[in-house]
């Protein structure tokens, strides 16, 4: 029998990273920029403050990385949780 692959342990989620996350999963693959402009009818935060979190997470292995020579794209691995 083959062994078993060890599975990621679940990150914790703030809230901040959640706000962030489900815009993903609601609109798809956006650039930092467009998740920014996604979020700011609720929130207040810097451009900086969407992209450190989407690094983290990105770096994490948790979202998908699409770059072009334009702009880079970044997207949710997994559906949202209802």
Known sequence: ?????????V???????WEVL???WKHGSQAA???????QTEKRWDIKTVRTL???W?????????KSEIR???????AGIN
């Open 58 to 66: 990105s770096k994490k292995g948790r979202l998908s990385t699409i």
């Open 33 to 39: 920029r467009d998740v920014y402009a996604s979020l």
């Open 54 to 56: 989407l690094s983290r």
């Open 22 to 24: 489900e815009s993903l």
């Open 11 to 17: 990150p914790e989620v703030s809230p901040a990273e």
């Open 1 to 9: 029998m083959p062994p078993k692959k060890k599975e990621k342990p």
């Open 72 to 78: 880079t794209s970044i997207g949710p691995l997994t």
